[in-house]
């Protein structure tokens, strides 16, 4: 059964950092783009961030790009997202999502596994 894990989620300060992990079972990992998705209450969902099977390409939404970085290991089946500079507006769910085409990572509907989130919060 293939299965995506995401933790690291919590409240933080503005201006504070967290790091997102997602942990994968069930599929050939490294055969897959991994996207990071956020969707904030009464907001649709929106991409953040991609990364190829190898970890040699990476994308980043407009507004996350400077702060945020994403990056996996391959022998822990993990990707990570490292956040910085967190401002209240990155408040959400955030959910990683595997895909068989880095191209269509960005996009939804291109992703076949799903996890079920993790909460930041950004507040003082």
């Known amino acids: 059964q293939s299965q995506l894990v995401e933790s690291g989620g919590g409240l933080v300060q503005p201006g504070g950092s967290l790091r997102l992990s997602c942990v994968a079972s069930?599929?050939?990992?490294?055969?897959?783009?991994i996207g990071w998705f956020r969707q904030a209450p009464g907001k649709e969902r929106e991409g953040v961030s991609c990364?190829?099977?190898?970890?040699?390409?990476?994308n980043y939404a407009d507004f996350v790009k400077g702060r945020f970085t994403i990056s996996r290991d391959n022998f822990k089946n993990t990707v990570y997202l490292q956040m910085n500079s967190l401002k209240p507006e990155d408040t959400a769910v955030y959910h990683c999502?595997?895909?068989?085409?880095?191209?269509?990572?960005?996009?939804?509907?291109?992703?076949?596994?799903w996890g079920k989130g993790t909460l930041v919060t950004v507040s003082s």
């Open positions: 990364i190829s099977g190898s970890g040699g390409s990476t």
């Open positions: 999502a595997a895909g068989p085409y880095f191209s269509l990572c960005s996009n939804a509907d291109g992703m076949d596994y």
């Open positions: 069930g599929f050939t990992f490294d055969y897959y783009a």
